[in-house]
């Protein structure tokens, strides 16, 4: 029979794949190897994370985007500029919708931006200061792509780790030794929502997969790098112009396996790489690569 890990390997590979079907078969697999961390974070992102306050949500799941309001003889609203001490209240939204949710949501509204509500903590904060009678919060459909691509390559990583360690299975059954092996690696596996990166970590005393060189952070550019690779072809660019990115991608590849990683040839390529993908900005995965390269530049 088939390996259901190599065929959840194979399907986190193929755009035309839901992030929702990736999740049940990720969420079978989990609870097969009795993996009970990740099969609950499977679990929530099926089911939204409204249910349970208490919680983290995801780094990857705090979205950006511009305020806008409106006072009270006004009909119509305006964008407002935020100073410091407000743009991380107003202009960040926690996006708890479930996947499936998130996903038709996409799928049958093909607006360029979404309105989201705000938290009460952001209304206080917004009536104190007094920009206006009524506010809202546009967020662009890419922040919403972003989201699911990012559990996408989460869901290929661990697929990845899995068939490292010889974890296959026949169907969907798994023999005691691939369940242990199972259970001693990956029982404490978790995401990393309050750190701002997204990464499998075994929960083990001595070990650790971020390392912060000269405030790089090598995990999170190793992902980074991935996410380009991956997605590349599919920003509409040149054949010459994806040459070129991808040099650069192999430039990133050897500064994040190098021992001594150097910032100004790391800053140098995401730089070009930038470049080159803002001659595609109308390209909806192009913006949200460009996204993601922001993000971690700052």
Same mark, same amino acid.
């Given at each position: 029979?088939?390996?259901?890990? +190599?065929?959840?390997?194979? !399907?986190?590979? +193929?755009?035309?794949? *839901?992030? *929702?079907?990736?999740?049940?078969? %990720?969420?079978?697999?989990?609870?097969?190897?009795?993996?009970? $961390?990740?099969?609950?974070?499977?679990?929530?992102?099926? /089911?939204?994370?409204?249910?349970?306050?208490? /919680?983290?949500?995801?780094?990857?799941?705090?979205?950006?985007?511009?305020?806008?309001?409106?006072?009270?003889?006004?009909?119509?609203?305006?964008?407002?500029?935020?100073?410091?001490?407000?743009?991380?209240?107003?202009?960040?939204?926690? $996006?708890?919708?479930?996947?499936?949710? +998130?996903?038709?949501?996409? *799928?049958?509204?093909?607006?360029?931006?979404?309105?989201? /509500?705000?938290?009460?903590?952001?209304? #206080?904060?917004? #009536?104190?200061?007094?920009?206006?009678?009524?506010?809202?919060?546009?967020?662009?459909?890419?922040?919403?792509?972003?989201?699911?691509?990012?559990?996408?390559?989460?869901?290929?990583?661990?697929?990845?780790?899995?068939?490292?360690?010889?974890?296959?299975?026949?169907?969907?059954?798994?023999?005691?030794?691939? !369940?242990?092996?199972?259970?001693?690696?990956?029982?404490?596996?978790?995401?990393?929502?309050?750190?701002?990166?997204?990464?499998? &970590?075994?929960? %083990?005393?001595?070990?650790?997969?971020?390392?912060?060189?000269?405030?790089?952070?090598?995990?999170?550019?190793?992902?980074?790098? $991935? &996410?380009?690779?991956?997605?590349?072809?599919?920003?509409?660019?040149?054949?010459?112009?994806?040459?070129?990115?991808?040099?650069?991608?192999?430039?990133?590849? =050897?500064?994040?396996?190098?021992?001594?990683?150097?910032?100004?040839?790391?800053? !140098? *390529? +995401?730089?070009?790489?930038?470049?080159?993908? =803002? #001659?595609?900005?109308?390209?909806?995965?192009?913006?949200?690569?460009?996204?993601?390269?922001? !993000?971690?530049?700052?």
């Amino acid at each position: 029979m088939p390996s259901v890990v +190599l065929e959840l390997q194979q !399907k986190s590979m +193929l755009d035309q794949v *839901s992030i *929702s079907e990736l999740l049940r078969m %990720t969420l079978v697999v989990a609870h097969k190897l009795s993996v009970s $961390e990740f099969s609950l974070w499977a679990q929530q992102e099926l /089911d939204g994370y409204t249910r349970i306050v208490s /919680d983290p949500v995801p780094q990857y799941r705090h979205v950006h985007g511009q305020l806008w309001a409106r006072g009270q003889t006004a009909t119509e609203y305006v964008p407002v500029e935020t100073f410091s001490e407000l743009t991380n209240v107003a202009e960040t939204h926690i $996006e708890k919708t479930s996947i499936p949710q +998130l996903e038709l949501l996409l *799928s049958e509204n093909k607006d360029k931006v979404f309105r989201r /509500d705000f938290s009460a903590e952001a209304l #206080n904060k917004l #009536n104190e200061i007094g920009y206006g009678e009524q506010f809202a919060l546009y967020v662009h459909r890419a922040e919403f792509h972003l989201i699911l691509q990012t559990i996408r390559q989460h869901i290929l990583t661990w697929t990845l780790q899995l068939t490292d360690e010889g974890i296959l299975g026949q169907g969907i059954q798994f023999s005691e030794q691939e !369940k242990r092996v199972a259970q001693e690696h990956h029982e404490h596996l978790t995401i990393n929502a309050p750190g701002g990166r997204i990464q499998i &970590q075994r929960d %083990t005393t001595h070990s650790t997969q971020t390392m912060e060189i000269h405030g790089l952070d090598i995990q999170q550019l190793q992902t980074l790098t $991935e &996410q380009i690779r991956t997605h590349l072809e599919q920003t509409g660019l040149e054949e010459e112009e994806q040459s070129e990115a991808l040099r650069e991608i192999h430039t990133l590849t =050897e500064q994040v396996q190098s021992g001594s990683p150097q910032p100004g040839v790391i800053s !140098k *390529s +995401l730089t070009i790489i930038k470049r080159i993908l =803002e #001659n595609a900005s109308s390209s909806v995965v192009a913006t949200g690569l460009l996204a993601l390269i922001d !993000k971690f530049s700052h």
